[in-house]
């Protein structure tokens, strides 16, 4: 291989190199698969939801005349659902407590990754995904599904922003995915839209008919309106 044959070689080689660094520099999101978790989600909600109408059937049964089930009976027998209610709620809360704990270790671990300001990771557009102005000397970034706000000068992601409603769902990693931030006051559960939570008759309470893309239910002891995209409750009505 004669001079210029080398040289054209070690050109084309440093082009390649050139060419691929800002593919390598990428902030590659982990493969997404909610599948099991959204089941799991699924199962407790029907477990609690199977205890709330066996509740009910017994209440309505102790009504029935000739039933032949005695005031002390009926409260007995709703005391021993309403136990049983409570210990899958503290199991499942103590579940919930262990998940939340995976997403804690997971965002306090994205203050460490770098994002280059030519990654496909950064967020040109954020009033897309109504995202307040951001400071001078940073920009928005997505990644591992969190809307994180990134150092110019370093590189460094320097905030990792609470989950809103809002945000997109498709870029979650495996894993617990982390709840929308919502006031305290707000009870933090799913509610399918198929769950016996709804209320699918709001006029028989005087509610209005919810706003297009929300719907009412029954969650701890209040109604709320629920985000249909989320299943996350997103407001407190009133005491229900």
Same mark, same amino acid.
């Given at each position: ?11 084309? #080689? +440093? ?35 199977q205890i709330e109408q066996n509740r009910q059937r017994e209440r309505d049964r102790a009504l029935l005349p000739g039933s032949g089930v005695s005031?002390?009976? /009926? ?30 270790? /997971? ?20 009033? +897309?995904?109504? #995202? ?8 928005? /970034? ?21 989950? $809103? ?26 509610? /399918? ?20 893309? $929300? ?26």
């Amino acid at each position: 291989m004669d001079y210029i044959d080398r040289m054209k070689l070690c050109l084309a #080689l +440093a082009c390649l190199v050139a060419s691929a660094a800002p593919a390598f520099a990428q902030v590659q999101p982990l493969p997404r698969f909610e599948g099991l978790e959204m089941q799991i989600e699924r199962e407790e909600q029907r477990q609690l939801d199977q205890i709330e109408q066996n509740r009910q059937r017994e209440r309505d049964r102790a009504l029935l005349p000739g039933s032949g089930v005695s005031g002390a009976d /009926a409260a007995l027998r709703d005391m021993e659902l309403r136990r049983e209610q409570d210990r899958l709620m503290l199991q499942l809360e103590l579940d919930r407590m262990r998940q939340q704990r995976e997403r804690d270790l /997971a965002a306090n671990a994205l203050p460490n990754t770098r994002v280059p300001a030519f990654s496909s990771a950064v967020v040109t557009n954020p009033e +897309a995904y109504i #995202l307040p102005p951001i400071p001078p000397g940073k920009y928005y /970034a997505r990644v591992d599904g969190r809307f994180v706000i990134v150092d110019a000068t370093s590189e460094l992601v320097e905030q990792v922003l609470p989950v $809103q409603p809002t945000d997109p769902a498709a870029d979650f990693p495996a894993g617990p995915r982390p709840l929308p931030w919502v006031d305290m006051g707000l009870p933090l559960r799913r509610v /399918a839209p198929t769950s016996v939570l709804v209320i699918t008759n709001p006029a028989s309470l005087a509610l209005p008919g919810p706003p297009a893309g $929300q719907y009412y239910a029954r969650v701890d002891g209040k109604i709320v309106l629920v985000d249909a995209r989320t299943e996350m409750p997103v407001k407190v009505i009133r005491a229900g």
